[in-house]
Structures are given as structure tokens and as C-alpha cells.
């Protein structure tokens, strides 16, 4: 019986073949995943699972008689390799085809490659999966000194947990502030100062040439000005590309992402796209976005579940993210980009406090610190739409439940 096709099983593919029997989907669903291990969660793997505090079967997102008791046919190890859109059909590693009435892409991101000499020596370590944490765990655990290339949420979470591990440890960024991209910059730099107080080096401002290497293993990084960083560990973390090789191939629209309308269709109406590979429009940016979040993996794949059982469903979700770091919870909400104003809502030396940002005086995004009650807060006033000015933000008195 030809059914639903959904080719990458991780958080997005997995939430779509739950959410559509949820949803009450009686047809055949066939979830297809490259990878051999079961569906599992990846934040955990530059967290709790790297320092040890959770094993492989605690990243498992379903237990092991999810999939029979559902009726989903999950193939592990099988790669899609072709679609033919106008058969409507995938043809898979192993010479199988399949044919769908409607397909879900939720192929995820790959690591952004590092185009340099020495990138592909020994213990230059990428984390994307769990056979990459796995060997990154190993190789924590037998190094001294570790050189992170790239201060963005993976390296920089990686770099506070291999300094608890008593690791001397070195983040190189070509930008002048951490985590740059996404973060307001009181943000950025409150946690700079804290990643320094946790005793890793932060090099800002620094481009990197060239990983040096002996015998065929990494010894050093080498930055643009010469100088060399000794490393017996390099964690490259320098952004991800959604995999778009598929899609491009079988002629759906593309550009930094899947390009999906607001109920998540590809330029194909019978294709659907979701989580990272995903580039769509938003009330809470002025333009498509393509977001990296378990928030937006899971809202999606929920929403395409729901639209595959004949429930037509918009996607409108508030962003949201969080981030460890040491003893900081960082959590974000809304989206920070052409923001053009910013407000503080508590004090920084507290190591408790947010700060709003609004564009064109609307509040956009709010990056918090251990302060989960105005995380809560920003979300609920940018899920209703609610008014408040940056003069009410900075007042921590002023209840942010009375924002209406
Ligand atoms: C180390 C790490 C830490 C993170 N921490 C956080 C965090 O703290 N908070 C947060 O919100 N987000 C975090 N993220 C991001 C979050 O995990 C991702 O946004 C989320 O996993 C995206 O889900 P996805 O299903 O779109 O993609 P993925 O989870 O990447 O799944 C895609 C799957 O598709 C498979 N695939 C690709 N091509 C094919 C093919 N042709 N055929 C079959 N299968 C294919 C891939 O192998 C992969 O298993 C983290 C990510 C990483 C890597």
C-alpha cells in the first residue's frame, strides 16, 4: 500500500510519523533513517552525554515497541538516494523502490566542512552525531590540550565541558563576539566573561589557517597571524549546511534550506520539508528563516503530522532554544535578527538577568540566563502578540504576565 514516506529519521521525521497517527493517519508511514542507531536526541551530545552523565539508551527518543505498536516501518541504515517526483517515488541504498502519495523531507544538516590544510588529520573532531560523540567522549578523555575552532552554541558548550574536565582549553572565533550570530551582544558578552572564569582562553577576532600536524595526527592550530596553538584535541564547530543534495536533485525549489510555504509544502505539493532543512516564512523574522531547534523540529513535525491526516495546519510557532554552559541555562525566544533596540532586565553581575531586544518597537527575541520565568514570559507575550514597551522589560517589577 503506497502511504507516507518520510526520509530522515531524527527529531523532525520522528515527531511527523508520531504526530500523524496521533493525529489519527491510517495509511502506510515508512520512516527512513541513514543512520543505524534508533531515533535520538542530539542536544545531549555536546552535554550530559559528553560528560558522562547519560548513556546511549537515555538518547533514545522512543522506546523499542514504539515503532510496531505505532505501525511505523522504520528503516535504520537505509539511505534515500533518488526521488522521482513525478512517479512519486524514492529509490533507496540496496536498489529498492518505493513509491508515496505524500513525502516528508526531514534530512537534518551536515557540518559545515573546514577548507583547510590539516583539517583531515587525527583528532580533528567534528560533533554532529552520536558515532561523533562517541569518539569525541574517547578522545576527551586521554587529551590535555584542546583548541575549539568556532564560538557558536556546539563549541562553546563542548569548551565549558572539557574545561570541567580539567582540559586546558582554547576557543579560536574570526568574530569579535561569542555565539555572535544568534545572541543580543550583553548576552555575548556576559558569556565570554564566564566561559574566562571557567578558565578556557577565548581568542575573538582570530582566523584560523592552517591545523598542524605530526605522523598523521593533529598537534596545533594555526592562525592567520602565524602563531601556532598546541592541541592534542581539535573540535571543529563552524556552523552546519542543510542537506539540500536530495532536493536539489529531484528539482524542488532551494536556496539556504528546502523552501517551504506556510504550511510547510515544498514547491511540489505532495512534498513536504521540516526541522533544520527547512527554509520558511515566519511572523517572527522579516524574512524565511531556517532554524536549528528541537523547538522547531518538533513544532514542525507535529504540524506536517497533523496536515497528513487531513487536518490542514499553518505553521506559526514561537522560536525558541536553549543552550548549557557550565552553570548557565541560557534560553532564547523570538528571533534576535535587525533588532534595533535592546533593553537589560536584571543585572548581569547576578548571573540571573534577560535582555529584550525589539524591532521597530515590537519585542522580537529575548535571550535569558537562569531566568526561566521571563524565558516563559517573552514566549507567552510573542505567542498572543502582546504589547509591552522596553521601558515596562527593564522594570523588574512590572509583571510580565500583565503584558496584554
Ligand atoms: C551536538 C548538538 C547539540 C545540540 N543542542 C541543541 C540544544 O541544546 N537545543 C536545541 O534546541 N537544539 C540543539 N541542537 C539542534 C537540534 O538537535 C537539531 O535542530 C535537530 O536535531 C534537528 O532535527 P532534524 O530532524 O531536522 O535533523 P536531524 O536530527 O539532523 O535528523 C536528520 C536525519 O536524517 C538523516 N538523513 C539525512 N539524509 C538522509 C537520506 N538521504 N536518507 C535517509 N536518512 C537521511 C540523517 O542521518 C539524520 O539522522 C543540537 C544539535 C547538535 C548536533
Given at each position: 500500500m503506497t502511504g507516507v514516506i518520510i526520509i530522515g529519521a531524527g527529531q523532525a521525521g520522528l515527531q511527523a510519523a508520531a504526530s500523524a497517527r496521533d493525529e489519527g493517519y491510517a495509511g502506510a508511514i515508512t520512516l527512513i533513517g541513514a543512520e543505524t542507531a534508533p531515533p535520538y536526541q542530539r542536544p545531549p551530545l555536546s552535554k550530559a552525554y559528553l560528560k558522562g552523565e547519560m548513556d546511549d539508551e537515555g538518547l533514545e527518543l522512543?522506546?523499542?515497541?514504539?515503532y510496531a505498536e505505532s505501525n511505523i516501518d522504520l528503516r535504520t541504515?537505509?539511505?534515500?538516494?533518488?526521488?522521482?517526483?513525478?512517479a512519486r517515488r524514492v529509490t533507496l541504498s540496496g536498489g529498492e523502490i518505493v513509491p508515496y502519495e505524500k513525502l516528508v523531507l526531514a534530512m537534518g544538516a551536515v557540518n559545515r566542512p573546514l577548507n583547510i590544510a590539516g583539517a583531515d588529520l587525527d583528532a580533528v573532531m567534528f560533533l554532529r552525531g552520536?558515532?561523533?560523540?562517541?569518539?569525541?567522549?574517547?578522545?576527551?578523555?586521554?587529551?590535555?590540550?584542546?583548541?575549539?575552532?568556532g564560538a557558536g552554541f556546539i563549541g562553546l558548550e563542548f569548551a565549558a565541558v572539557a574545561a570541567g574536565k580539567g582540559l586546558d582549553v582554547t576557543v579560536v572565533e574570526m568574530a569579535p563576539r561569542v555565539?555572535?550570530?544568534?545572541?543580543?551582544?550583553?548576552?555575548?558578552?556576559?558569556?565570554?566573561?564566564?566561559?574566562?572564569?571557567?578558565?578556557?582562553?577565548?581568542?575573538?577576532?582570530a582566523g584560523v589557517q592552517a591545523i598542524a600536524g605530526e605522523n598523521g595526527r593533529a598537534t596545533?592550530?594555526?592562525?592567520?597571524?602565524?602563531?601556532?596553538?598546541?592541541?592534542?584535541?581539535?573540535?571543529?564547530?563552524?556552523?552546519?549546511?542543510?542537506?539540500?543534495a536530495l532536493a536539489e536533485h529531484a528539482g524542488l525549489e532551494t536556496a539556504d534550506g528546502v523552501v517551504v510555504n506556510e504550511t510547510l509544502h515544498t514547491s511540489d505539493p505532495d512534498i513536504f520539508a521540516i526541522g533544520d532543512l527547512s527554509l520558511h516564512p515566519t511572523r517572527f523574522a522579516p524574512r524565511p528563516v531556517r532554524l536549528e531547534s528541537v523547538q522547531n523540529a518538533i513544532d514542525q513535525g507535529r504540524?506536517?503530522?497533523a496536515t497528513l491526516a487531513g487536518k490542514h495546519t499553518s505553521y506559526d510557532k514561537v522560536p525558541w532554544f536553549w543552550s548549557d554552559q557550565g552553570p548557565f541555562k541560557l534560553q532564547m525566544a523570538g528571533l534576535n535578527m535587525d533588532c534595533d533596540q535592546a533593553v537589560l532586565r536584571g543585572d548581569p553581575a547576578s548571573g540571573a538577568f534577560s535582555v529584550f531586544s525589539?524591532?521597530?518597537?515590537v519585542l522580537a527575541g529575548v535571550d535569558s540566563v537562569n531566568k526561566p520565568a521571563d524565558h516563559l514570559g517573552a514566549r507567552k507575550i510573542l505567542t498572543n502578540r502582546a504589547a509591552i514597551t522596553p521601558q515596562q522589560a527593564a522594570d523588574e517589577a512590572f509583571d510580565l504576565r500583565r503584558a496584554t
Open positions: 522512543r522506546g523499542a515497541d514504539f541504515g537505509v539511505r534515500a538516494e533518488t526521488i522521482d517526483c513525478a552520536l558515532t561523533d560523540a562517541q569518539a569525541i567522549k574517547a578522545a576527551v578523555s586521554g587529551a590535555r590540550r584542546a583548541v575549539v575552532i555565539m555572535g550570530r544568534a545572541l543580543s551582544a550583553a548576552m555575548s558578552d556576559f558569556f565570554a566573561q564566564q566561559h574566562r572564569a571557567m578558565g578556557v582562553t577565548l581568542r575573538l577576532g596545533g592550530v594555526v592562525l592567520t597571524s602565524g602563531e601556532e596553538l598546541p592541541a592534542d584535541l581539535v573540535l571543529v564547530g563552524i556552523g552546519v549546511l542543510p542537506d539540500i504540524a506536517v503530522g525589539f524591532r521597530g518597537g
